[in-house]
């Protein structure tokens, strides 16, 4: 490899296809300057916002596009908004069409515009260079409140839209660089913890301003008539290696199904279906015959299905490919009106990104199995285990209402054909972008006592490589009583198994009486109370396993018992694995035998497992006489 296709971080047989006009070390020089803007983006953000579902799990994303909302690139972003950003922004460029000047600032939250969902807050400013509209620095942050007719801002037991929060359609909080004051304080006077909300406002302003200033640096260095090529020949790139990775794929039709557990009103099970088209170097995912929109919060959106269609596909290819519209314009999605996955207005939309997303990633993920068994993963675990919770803080004299979206690290992810699951990765939608809040802090920060938070033994699915493992977590509250909001899917409907790898437990979520031991056990959706005396607890899943659990390497299955990730009957059972039980020495010839007795015993292995909706047995192991159990307990 020479120098110049080192500095240019290119492969070889990709270097001579730039055009003579494109120099490859001011093509890499450009594409890490553009990086290094969408990092300093991030990194203002992070350190300017107040909330802790900013500041602390990071559950935002910030971005560039060019002038026809193509994205340019993103940093250390959520897949869930980066894949669909540029639809909202199309819906800003088409309502301001004509009067879009510099100093603008742009937002809005409403899903039918082409949001992911209402609690997604988006706020986009264009930059400007000689009077010619160029980029687009745009943020998306998950807010604490937004309006909802409950303390939260994902409600799926809302009916509608009007329930679950303030909409706001494109709309702009600035114009020419003076901020429209009025809207910004309608806004406000429409959800709670004002003072919290507006500085994460001012955190998301600040950031794309900072997107805005670096850009035109930049422009100003190169000049805009050369930037501009060097974006195309950015978007080229990732466009040449997207295709020719898909061109290596099978070409065919293949289907994948997955099941929401519930719609946040009782209904469950609902089937979401993707039919994967693999032809020459354009991958079509068509979520036909999924099931009609829920009547709670769980629907779908426009920008929620093109996000999801893009993730398994861009899990599954080399992952050195830069993700701008060069790599996404591969792929492409569509579903009936009306369906959960593309729901009508005025369907309640406020879970999107959490379900029906992972069911549509999951489903798509099913499909590649058969497809690219080598490159796919196993199911990722639900998300159960990540309630938003609020109350009063009665440790001042102030009695403050307080709020939480409470990322403890969720679930997870699946194993694939070379490496196991990552643990506590929470859903596909996020990819480990989202953080997990400390113990320490969140009791800093709330009126609430962490009891428990550690890894859940034989929580993942089983293979030759295995699911990342969930958690156990029990949290009291002190001082006054905790409203519980359970956002949640994937207990009745487990992640799956790839390629004879088992599924994932499903896991559950409880509320205990401290005093007698009693347990009213919920569904992954609902509400509940958790006074003083009581705890809530959360056993989530962890990821699907791959391949054969037989085939995996014996010393490696003995360090997880060791460390308490398997159980010794789990490594006897389902791996094959005799050891020592007080000394956990290895006996090779006894695991030798076992594992030739299992074999023998068994029938096929499946590409995938469970086939079926509701197989999840984790709740009926463990609900003890006298327990209740609750279905989508309303507010």
Known sequence: MSTTEKIAGLDSDVAPSFGADVDPITFSVIMNRFNTIAREMTLTLEHTSWTSILALARDFSCAIYDSKARQVCMMDALPIHTNSLHVIIRSMIKVFEGDISDGDVIVSNDPYSGNTHTGDFVT?????????????????????????????????????????????????????GKPRQDVINMYLANVRYRKWLYGDLMAQLGSIWTGRQRMLELVKEYGAGELGRYVDAMLDYADRRTADEIRAMPDGKYYGEAWIDSDGMGNTNLPVCAEVTIEDDRIHVDFSGSAPQGKGGVNGTEGVMQASAGIPVSCSIDPDIPKNDGCLRHITSEAPEGSIVKAKHPAATSMATLCPAAQEQEAIWRALAHAIPDRTAAGYGGFHCVPSISGVDKRTAQHAEWAAMFFNGGSGGGASKNADGWPLILLSSGLGGLKILSTEMSEMLYPIMIDKHEIETDSMGHGKTTGGPGINIVVRPYSASMECHLTGDGAANPPFGALGGTPGIGGGTYREDIATDHRTYCSSKGYLCIDEGQAWVGISSGGGGYGDPLERDAERVRCHVRDEIFSIATARDVYGVVMNPDTLVLDVDATKDLRAKIAAKRGPLPVVTPTEPGTATWLEDHMREGDEYLLDPQP
């Open 124 to 176: 986009a400013c264009p930059m400007f260079y000689e009077g010619e509209l160029l980029f687009w620095a745009v943020t998306k942050g998950h807010q604490l409140d937004c309006g909802a007719y409950q303390a939260t801002s994902v409600a799926p037991s809302a009916r509608d839209v009007w329930q679950e929060a303030l909409q706001l359609p494109p709309i702009k909080f600035y114009e020419k």
